[in-house]
């Protein structure tokens, strides 16, 4: 009797490949503990736990993000296994590839986003962190970065439903 794995390539019953089940899946994660955290400082004033999850997440998302990055550059042809997806048709411009564009002006500037705003809280908040003179700045990036993790995870789930899901 054939295995989960074996029948479907990942962890999920889809196309999708191991890692691409594990960045959808991270992602469904990530989103509400960033949501959970930018409520504990910003109602709880709870502001070495907001540090402590932030740096967790980006750590966490890094590494997704290179294990992910290796295995779709030498290890998995996602194309090949988007081709039962009526939405995919291999050559074309079509609604698979259009997903994956407008998904990829979210993700390439994200996590670069991400660095800037914890490299600067890092540099320029108190040890142990507390509002201060950086607290504007910091917000208004934070803001961008966290918008930009919201559209990469949206956008991210579209492209895996029309490729691997349909």
């Known amino acids: 009797m054939p295995t989960l794995l074996a029948e479907n390539h990942g962890l999920l019953p889809t196309r999708g490949s191991l890692m691409l089940d ?12 960033m949501c959970w955290s930018i409520y504990l400082v910003r109602y709880r004033r709870r502001y070495v736990l907001h540090k402590r999850i932030q740096l967790a997440l980006g750590i966490a998302l890094l ?14 042809d996602w194309e090949a296994l988007a081709v039962g997806s009526p939405y995919f048709v291999p050559g074309t411009w079509d609604a698979v590839w259009i997903s994956l564009a407008i998904h990829l ?3 390439v500037p994200t996590p670069f986003l991400w660095v800037f705003v914890i490299v600067r809280a890092l540099r320029r908040f108190p040890h142990p962190p507390s509002p201060g003179q950086h607290s504007a700045q910091h917000i208004f990036w934070a803001r961008i970065a966290a918008a930009g993790l919201l559209a990469t995870a949206v956008t991210g789930w579209v492209f895996y439903y029309l490729a691997f899901i349909a």
């Open 63 to 76: 590494a997704a993000i290179t294990a992910f990055e290796i295995d779709l550059r030498f290890i998995t």
């Open 105 to 107: 002006c979210f993700a």
């Open 22 to 33: 594990v960045v959808f899946l991270a992602l469904l994660l990530v989103v509400p503990l």
